[in-house]
Structure formats: C-alpha cells, structure tokens
C-alpha cells in the first residue's frame, strides 16, 4: 500500500476502517495502560479516529500521525477545533491544546518532532501495512517513541480467504515484531460480528506490550 492508495481512498470516501462511535476495545481496556491524566499518547495512522475525540474528553494529550491532510482536516472539525499549521521540512504540524497531528510518512516523523510520550494506541495501523512494511513500521514506531509501552489492537483471519488490508497478523509475528522491546499480553480476542467485510470469519485481538 503506497501513499497513492490512501490517498485515493480518502479521496473516495472508501474509509470503512472509520468507527463513528470510536472503538470500543480501547474504552474498555485502555485503563491497562494505568497511564496518569495528562499523559500524552501517540497514534500513529491516525486517520480521523473518534478515539482521539474520546481520550481528549478523558483527560489525555494526544500526537497522531497521518498520511492524509484530508483526514486530519475532518478530524479538527468533527472536534471542533481551530489548529495552528506550521510547515516543517516533510510534514505539516497541526496542534491546539493537547492536540499535535503530524500529516505526512510516518517515516518521516523523528522523535525530537514526536516528543515525549506516554503510550503508543495502535488501532489499525500495523494492520494497514503489507507485511514487507510491517518489521520497518514496528521498529520505527518503538525507536520514535523510546520504547513507550503499547495497545495495540490486531485482526486475525485466515488470509488465503481474504486479501488486506487490513491483514491478518497472528500471535507469532506480534512477537517477532516486540518481543524484543516487550512483554506482550494478549488482552482479549473477540469474534468480529459479521465476519471482516461481512465476508470472512475473524477475530479482533487487543495487545498489551509493556516495557520488557
Ligand atoms: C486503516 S486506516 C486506520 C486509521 C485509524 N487508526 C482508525 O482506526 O480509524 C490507516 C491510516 O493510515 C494512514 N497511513 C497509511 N500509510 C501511512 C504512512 N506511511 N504514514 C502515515 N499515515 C499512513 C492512511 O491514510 C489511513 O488513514
């Protein structure tokens, strides 16, 4: 999946990843995280996630980062937020109070620009990216964020059956790609009702990854 591809699918409108109501495995295991109010956590692939909406209520700082200026533009409305734009070198800056989203290749993003965080909540975001993406994207995330513990919710399902995204990532890659920097916890797996796309059976699986 190159830049192109989300581009156009933001484009299109074809966002079926969005959740309206947020997803509700990070209301309910986000508290794994024991994080103080206040804490700052990044959200890499942001998108325009009403997760963001629901951590900012919750008394949380938050740093996203996102390919698409369109998606970080509806995210601002949907919160009703005017931000300040700054022009870096390869991406763009849009923050307000307790809110940064860093529009551009995630690659891109250093942690001097990140700064501290907190916690990093990856929902759909290693699953967005093909498996030759993957290894990069974990190491990068973890070095730009100084190993900070994770949530990170994936999709398991047969892959012969479906293509992604979002791809399926088993037990046994999460591990290759942490374990490393993390304890891993599987928090839950819970059958996805419908199936994925309605087409194949699939479960979604939260991860806790604490420092090791
Ligand atoms: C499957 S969506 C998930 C969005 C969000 N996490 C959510 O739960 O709604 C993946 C997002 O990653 C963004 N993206 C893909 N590749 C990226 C990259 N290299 N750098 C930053 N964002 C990227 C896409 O534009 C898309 O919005």
Redesign the pocket.
């Known amino acids: 999946?190159d830049?192109a591809f989300?581009?156009e699918?933001?484009r299109a409108n074809e966002?079926g990843?969005?959740?309206e109501q947020g997803?509700p495995l990070l209301k309910a295991y986000f508290e794994r995280l024991a994080l103080a109010k206040g804490a700052r956590v990044f959200?890499?692939?942001?998108?325009?996630?009403n997760?963001i909406g629901w951590l900012l209520a919750n008394g949380y700082a938050v740093v996203g980062?996102?390919?698409?200026e369109m998606?970080v533009q509806a995210l601002f409305e949907d919160l009703a937020i005017s931000p300040v734009v700054d022009e870096l070198s390869d991406l763009r800056h849009y923050h307000a109070e307790n809110i940064d989203i860093f529009v551009?290749?995630?690659?891109d993003l250093s942690s001097e620009l990140l700064g501290e965080v907190d916690a990093i909540y990856d929902?759909?975001?290693l699953?967005?990216?093909p498996a030759e993406m993957r290894k990069s994207y974990s190491q990068h995330v973890v070095g730009i964020a100084q190993g900070a513990p994770q949530l990170v919710i994936c999709f398991e399902y047969d892959q012969a059956l479906q293509a992604g995204?979002?791809f399926s990532i088993s037990e046994a890659e999460i591990r290759q790609h942490y374990s490393e920097n993390y304890q891993l916890e599987r928090v839950i797996t819970v059958e996805l009702e419908g199936g994925l796309k309605g087409a194949v059976e699939a479960n979604e699986v939260v991860w806790l990854l604490k420092k090791g």
């Open positions: 999946m830049a989300w581009h699918r933001w966002i990843f969005h959740q997803n959200i890499p692939l942001c998108g325009k996630t997760d980062a996102e390919l698409s998606a551009g290749d995630i690659f929902r759909a975001a699953v967005a990216l995204p979002p």
